[in-house]
């Protein structure tokens, strides 16, 4: 059965969502996006599971896509390398980290990116570039002006 994202539990019929694996705190994301849809959700009968999230933290660090992936993102990218099936996403990043790890993914809606691609820190200032290793912001090493996230070539 497919891991899907908040997405797919927002949108998709109940029918398509029975016996699909999603983790616990999309459930909790759910509450505060479309509290109407829990109840339908939970009578869905997800196969709700919880992965710790190293490995997916590793992955996203490693295309620099780790700054643009919320826990719930992580947490829903960890059942995927866990239990090597298909995810249904539409967020870009989590595509595209799947796609560096050989990982099987699918839209929800929109159509599947088709580029790979890796995120960098470029500075404002002297227009260095740094590879993204954390979530938090950072000024450049080398003349202290704010760093911002771009798509690196
Ligand atoms: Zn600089």
Redesign the pocket.
Known sequence: MPVVDTAALLHWPIERLRGCIAAYSQLQELERLSPPRVMLVEAAGIDWRNEPVALAQAAAAKTGDLARLSQVDLEVLALTIASGEVLHTDDYSLQNVCRAQGLSFAAVSNKASKQQWRWELR??????KVPVTSKEPR???????P?LVKRGR
Do not use: R, V
Not at 139 to 145: A, E, K, V
């Open positions: 500075c404002t200032g002297c227009k260095a000024d450049c090493d080398i003349c202290g002006s760093m």
